[in-house]
């Protein structure tokens, strides 16, 4: 190579190559489902082409060879020389995956170039079984315009929308705008003040200086939702690799899913994008190994053979829902209730509604795999997803009818850069807590907690809730006097108690990249933010404070420094 | 001498490689394009185009086609073209070459066969 293929070129080689390997899953998936198409057929050949010459130009020579191949069996296969029939098309999903392989390898930091001498055999395979002349001619599905190259035609179909005038920007970037449009709102309200006061003391001046300041702070918020409406990304983005999942893992248990998407354009910010495919993959696993049953069962059963998950997202004033519905065996509540009496995690003796019962899927060390399978069974229970959902400041919930179904929605913020919070003083200190973990805030007599094994409670209504002191915590003095206030927070049915001295109220606040603020090892510490005199709050990580560990500042702080 | 290169290609990858080959001229300015009626519409706005670097396989509008409608507008026509192109169409550039292109280039290609071939058209 001449010049250094720089890690800037990698990435754009990288994200467009993913695009590309999508184009071509989806085109497999669809051959699959509906038989040889000239047009789908055609449709990949666009992306292929450029997926070889870009591999071509970064040296990536194994891979723009398969490529080449690739290319060459779905050229004959439009033009009927090949049939892509379930053999061919398996020997495809194969390539596919080895392909995927070798460009996320070629393309991670090592570099490593893999050999694709197997899968290129594979191709030449098919290759060889077709020289003999053409087969059987193949439904040209759609009316084609005359066009002056088949290319154009190629990727005039369905598969991807052109690509206009677009500009590419590193998301780091975006962040950074974002970074400094929060400290320009914060420095806002301190110019806001300050023009009061120099208001009242020039009455010459003062209107205008008012005004003036009215219109930066106008501009600033437009500045703000522009940035924050240019980090958006539909949920396609996550999406896009499910029918490809749902059909290997449907495959390898013998099982038949049809996975239907719905509400793809929903955009939400990247930094949600990105944490969100883990989860999803996990409860989308799930579903196809404990939820839809064999086609055998479910025709007993009276179902039809073909299981559906239906896969949906869509925005709900100022969050995304994301449900994920499968028509499968349903959650038995009294197995769950049974497996979580041997697990420890019900008293016997404690009662709980079915609805209630079903959230037990959610606690970590529970896992409703009675075999072990090779898919979602490793001893990884849903509480991975929980926590994932925690990062995200997301809600998740779960409903089933025994022998009809399950049904998970998800509740994630738009954005987790910017999050609601409340703010309380602890001391001298200010801290904040989100307020989708807050469920009440009451005044207390402090005479009123009670201690039991070693830490105060606080009867709230009927229920006797743990209680945290947060000046304790975080080695702070708290105020003196007999009554304070307590902030009740909740995650899943859990609830906790946490003192603090006064309440604030309720604002938006834009999170600051954590590692510039605070050590690593904080407890409880989800992230920061500025206020408008220039103080750090810190904002608490509610989930931490429920397990009482030492949380490593991960969560939204690693979200937006990496972001 | 100051070059206006406008280039033609689908490929983001390919766009940030043209802007990192051609940073070795200091008066060059490089004007880019997704697909060949985005070109068009470039052509109309840039004054003076001294040469267009042309990607073949595109949407919306191909390499070809673009070759076309340049060709029967008096005021393109003598803009000069080099084809890229890349391995397995090799008659569509034989066809671009009959079109008028003056060159072509085949990917992967290195900096130096574009800085001659650039050379060669433009002057040194």
């Known amino acids: 190579m001449e010049f250094e293929v720089s890690a800037e070129l990698v990435s754009i080689y990288l994200e467009d190559a993913r695009e590309q390997l999508a184009v071509l899953d989806e085109v497999l998936l669809r051959l699959e489902k509906e038989g040889p198409r000239q047009d789908v057929i055609a449709s990949v050949l666009g992306p292929l082409h450029t997926l070889k010459g870009n591999s071509g130009m970064i040296g990536l020579g194994a891979i723009k060879d398969y490529v080449h191949r690739l290319e060459e069996v779905f050229g004959r296969a439009r033009d009927g020389a090949l049939a892509l029939d379930g053999e061919a098309l398996d020997r495809l999903f194969e390539g596919a995956t080895a392909l995927r392989d070798a460009v996320e390898t070629a393309c991670a930091p090592g570099r490593e170039q893999k050999d694709l001498a197997a899968a290129q055999a594979a191709l030449a395979a098919l290759l060889a079984e077709s020289s003999a002349p053409a087969g059987r001619p193949m439904p040209a599905a759609q009316p084609q315009p005359a066009r002056a190259g088949d290319e154009a035609q190629a990727d005039a179909a369905a598969v991807g929308p052109a690509r206009s005038s677009v500009v590419r920007v590193d998301f780091a970037k975006l962040d950074h705008l974002l970074n400094l449009v929060g400290e320009l709102i914060v420095h806002r309200t301190k110019l806001d003040d300050l023009a009061r006061k120099i208001a009242a003391v020039l009455p010459g001046a003062g209107p205008e200086l008012l005004e003036a300041v009215h219109q930066v702070e106008s501009a600033s918020t437009q500045l703000q939702e522009t940035i924050m409406d240019v980090r958006m990304l539909p949920v396609r983005h996550v999406f896009e690799r499910f029918p490809r999942l749902v059909r290997d893992l449907a495959r390898q248990q013998g099982k038949r899913v049809e996975l239907v998407l719905q509400g793809e354009e929903t955009r939400v910010d990247k930094a949600v994008i990105d944490e969100l495919g883990e989860p999803l993959v996990h409860l989308i696993r799930n579903a196809v190994d404990h939820g839809i049953e064999t086609p055998a069962l479910r025709k007993a059963r009276g179902k039809s053979p073909t299981g559906t998950l239906l896969l949906s997202a869509a925005q709900e004033s100022n969050q995304v ?89 998800l509740q994630l913020p738009l954005t987790l850069a910017i999050i609601s919070v409340l703010m309380v003083d602890v001391g001298e200190e200010v801290y904040a807590l989100p307020s989708g973990a807050v469920v009440e805030s009451l005044r207390y007599a402090k005479r009123d907690l009670v201690r039991m094994n070693g830490r105060d409670t606080l009867r709230v209504r009927d229920r006797i809730v743990p209680f945290v002191h947060l000046a304790e915590l975080f080695g702070r003095r708290g105020a003196e006097g007999d009554h304070a206030y307590a902030v009740i927070v909740g995650r899943g049915e859990k609830r906790l108690g946490l003192s603090v001295d006064r309440l604030r109220g309720q604002q938006d606040v834009v999170i600051k990249a954590l590692d510039a603020v605070v050590s690593n090892d904080s407890v409880g510490i989800a992230g920061a933010t500025i206020l408008g005199d220039g103080r750090v709050v810190l904002i608490l990580d509610v989930g931490s404070l429920f397990e009482g560990r030492r949380a490593r500042a991960s969560g939204r702080g690693r979200v937006a420094a990496e972001a | 001498m100051l070059r206006k290169i406008l280039a033609v290609d689908d490929s983001a990858l390919i766009h940030q490689m043209y802007k990192l080959f051609l940073s070795r001229y200091k008066n060059c300015k490089l004007v880019s394009a997704m697909n060949g009626l985005e070109a068009f519409d470039k052509l109309g706005q840039e004054e003076n185009v001294d040469l267009i670097l042309l990607d073949i396989n595109m949407p919306v509008m191909n390499g070809l086609e673009f070759l076309q409608r340049v060709q029967k507008e008096a005021a393109y026509k003598d803009i000069p073209v080099i084809i890229i192109s890349t391995e397995g169409k090799e008659e569509d550039t034989i066809r671009g070459l009959k079109m008028g292109a003056r060159g072509y280039v085949k990917k992967p290609f290195q900096a130096s066969e574009l800085h001659s071939l650039i050379e060669k058209i433009t002057g040194p």
């Open chain 1, 321 to 409: 829902v994301i449900t994920l519905i499968d028509d499968g065996a349903g959650i038995d509540a009294a197995s769950v209730r049974k497996k979580a009496l041997e697990r420890g995690l019900l008293r016997e003796g404690e009662t709980l509604s079915d609805r209630e019962a079903i959230q037990l899927i959610f606690q970590e060390g529970f896992s409703t795999a009675s075999a072990v399978t090779d898919v979602s069974g490793r001893g990884v229970g849903l509480d991975v997803v929980v926590r994932s959902m925690e990062r995200l400041n997301a809600l998740i919930e779960a409903e089933t009818i025994p022998g009809a179904g399950t049904k998970f929605t």
